[in-house]
């Protein structure tokens, strides 16, 4: 058996017994290390500081800056060093996340590795890389860190969040707003639920409609469009050769700019040409970047994104030119590397705020501009000249405080004759505090997926709180949740779940349950193995309809998987049995406990746990509850529940066989024992606690003593 084994991986992607997020949980078998202490191999030590510094700032229990070193020092378990060096692994790739456990199973040697993530494939990637490491200091070999992380970087940019999806979750969990990656690589996110729920995929939402994108796209109607609606944009036309190119630039006037009419990012835009060779070189590079060309004004100035979220213009940015001075002695790649890409706002990364300057590949742009001044990219410019070796390198240069009342309406009416909610649009002026009409500037271009990075880390200037923008946009008031109940137990789970689902049916909402048997969404039901499973919970809050989500979540669902929803306006535990024990090496009823009371732990703090005064492992969840609790009982003198009624709590429960309900010591009657439908006798005795708990949910949800009355009376159950 090879040391370090990692046996299984599971991706708990909901809340678990171990934290109310996501984490991942690793069966790592110790093997031949199982009882070797950090403080007995020689230089383990030592190579592990060496190669991880960053590692002092790990507390531990220790509670203290260099916590996890003491630790180190005194000796402690793989499992726990294969913990922190995960954790140090997705820091340094750039998702600083510091929470993570070590836990010995029943299996001698075997343990769980616990670590928490931002993203699934990451710190899958994280861990294994954490045992290949580990397994060099403990022999003594060798290990690229350098190289590691580099390589872990690159899984970040192919699988993490992008910055602009990034900042909008970041806004909507400080709203609260739950919110899910609806596909693993992609930047396609769910915010809020059912039929609160709102659809992102990076700065683009299920209200960008396909018309919209198609007239951004298409930058002669576009230009048509805004020039019909006031808004100031360079005189233009589309051409069909080089020819009418230089035809269109003689009627314009030079000089003019040639580009296509469907590319962006300034690919194939030629500026300040004032030649017919310039024009006739230009065409022909412009077409191979789009299905078109068109011929515009040129408009001197400098460029400018203003972002329009909504109804508002929230953030803008200046875009200077790069350009290098020459010394007399140095080529222009030489200049580039020496006085831009050596400034440590430029990088590689997504976060760096400025592009490194390619030069290797360069723009065709740049590259026709040096040659119409005599240069090649190994010329040597003279002393003092400038030259221009990038365009658009230097974006991030925030100027929103700067920007002219009349340009910022200007730009919100760009978005809304498009038809976008929100909106990058390019600005070409010399002074973006003046109006446009005063110095001839122009809005040149609106972009549908206008990135937010720039808004987000400027290299100069204040940061923009872009993504809150955006979600406030998305939602103007409330938090997208609808109301969730979550049901779990050892047995009754389905039963109650049908119940429950039949009663609040007559509340009129679309409710989305899932269960054992599978799930049903209003009249509408689907058989799944998977319904009491995350697949289950995922698909009621998924549908579009679905106003009330009823959801069954069993062991299973906890222990492997997570719960499938972040919190709950309801959470019922109906028992605690020994009939799971085993799976997950959850061995003893304390431990499935604490599986079980996940649902009492994600209860936000407006709900109401729903519990079982009867079963003493129940009972005992309520003060983990950050809401209010509700008792059932089939023993009106049951203790719990008198103690809770004498608190003034609200209850459920039984007395001369009429089932009751109650406000503090006030109680009233709902109905008698023998009017339920579902069977109570004998063998189906355990239904009363189902139906108890089933009533107290309905009532939490606001449902009339009546309604709930005639519920119990008309279910009709299964055998």
Not at 50 to 75: K, N, Y
């Amino acid at each position: 058996m090879p040391d370090l084994d990692i046996r299984e991986i599971h991706i708990l992607r909901g809340p678990n017994i171990w934290a109310n997020y996501p984490v991942m949980e690793a069966w790592v078998d110790l093997g031949s290390l199982k009882d070797t202490g950090s403080d007995e191999v020689p230089g383990f030590n030592e190579r592990l500081k060496a190669w991880l510094p960053g590692m002092i700032e790990h507390r531990c229990s220790v509670g203290e800056r260099g916590g996890f070193f003491q630790r180190l020092d005194r000796g402690t378990y793989p499992a726990h060093i294969l913990e922190h060096v995960t954790l140090e692994l997705q820091t340094m790739a750039g998702h600083p996340l510091g929470f993570g456990k070590a836990r010995e199973t029943c299996v001698e040697g075997l343990y769980k590795v616990i670590v928490r993530f931002d993203d699934e494939v990451v710190v899958q990637e994280c861990l294994r890389t954490a045992r290949e490491l580990l397994l060099a200091a403990y022999t003594g070999g060798a290990f690229d860190v350098a190289a590691e992380v580099k390589r872990l970087q690159d899984v970040v940019d192919r699988n993490a969040l992008g910055p602009s999806t990034k900042a909008i979750v970041d806004a909507a969990k400080e709203r609260g707003i739950p919110w899910r990656r609806l596909q693993e690589g992609r930047s396609l996110i769910q915010l809020g639920q059912g039929a609160k729920q709102r659809r992102i995929w990076t700065a683009e939402t299920d209200r960008t409609g396909a018309i919209a994108e198609y007239i951004a796209q298409d930058k002669d109607l576009t230009r048509t469009f805004l020039k019909q609606a006031g808004v100031p944009v360079p005189e233009g036309q589309t051409v069909g050769s080089a020819e009418e190119a230089w035809e269109a630039a003689q009627d314009i006037g030079l000089p003019i700019v040639v580009k296509p009419t469907d590319a962006n990012h300034g690919r194939g835009v030629f500026i300040d040409l004032t030649t017919s060779e310039q024009v006739t070189d230009a065409y022909q590079q412009a077409l191979n970047e789009g299905s078109g060309v068109m011929v515009e004004k040129f408009i001197p100035g400098v460029d400018h994104r203003l972002l329009v979220v909504g109804s508002e213009m929230v953030a803008a940015s200046r875009g200077d030119p790069a350009v290098v001075v020459g010394d007399g002695k140095s080529t222009i790649v030489q200049l580039i590397e020496d006085q831009l890409n050596s400034d440590p706002r430029r990088g590689e990364l997504e976060t760096c705020p400025w592009d490194k300057i390619d030069t290797v590949k360069w723009d065709p742009v740049i590259l026709a501009d040096l040659q119409n001044k005599g240069h090649t990219p190994e010329s040597v410019p003279h002393d003092g000249e400038r030259v221009l070796v990038a365009r658009f390198a230097n974006w991030a240069i925030d100027i929103t405080d700067d920007v002219h009342p009349t340009v910022r309406d200007h730009v919100i009416i760009a978005a809304k004759v498009a038809g976008l909610d929100i909106c990058g649009v390019d600005v070409v002026c010399e002074d973006i505090s003046k109006p446009l009409e005063e110095q001839g500037g122009a809005i040149v271009e609106i972009n549908a997926s206008p990135g937010l990075l720039m808004h987000l880390k400027p290299a100069v200037g204040k940061v923009r709180p872009v993504g809150e923008a955006i979600v406030n946009m998305l939602f103007p008031e409330g938090d997208g949740r609808i109301p969730v109940i979550g049901v779990t137990g050892t047995q009754g789970k389905t039963t109650t779940v049908k119940l429950l689902a039949h009663l609040l049916a007559s509340t009129g909402k679309f409710l989305g349950v899932c269960h054992s048997e599978g799930l049903q969404f209003g009249e509408r039901k689907a058989v799944s193995k998977q319904g009491d499973r995350l697949f289950g919970a995922q698909g009621v809050l998924l549908h579009p309809w679905t106003e009330i989500a009823i959801c069954e979540t069993s062991a299973e669902s906890i222990i492997l998987e997570g719960i499938g929803y972040d919190r709950c306006q309801t959470g019922i535990v109906l028992n605690v049995g020994s009939d799971h024990l085993g799976l997950g090496y959850i061995d003893t009823l304390e431990q499935m406990t604490k599986v079980k009371r996940c649902i009492v732990d994600v209860v936000l703090p407006s709900g109401t746990a729903v519990l079982n005064a009867d079963d003493p492992l129940v009972a005992g969840m309520a003060e983990y509850c950050k809401g209010s609790v509700l008792f059932f009982s089939r023993d009106a003198g049951n203790e719990v529940l008198v103690k809770h009624r004498e608190a003034g709590g609200r209850a459920f429960f039984v007395s001369a066989g009429e089932i009751k309900l109650a406000e503090g010591i006030a109680e009233r009657t709902l109905c008698s024992v023998s009017e339920v439908s579902l069977p109570l006798d004998g063998h189906f005795a355990f239904h009363l606690h189902d139906v108890l708990a089933a009533c107290g949910a309905a009532w939490d949800q606001g449902l009339g003593d009546e309604a709930i009355a005639n519920g119990l009376r008309t279910f009709q159950a299964t055998a």
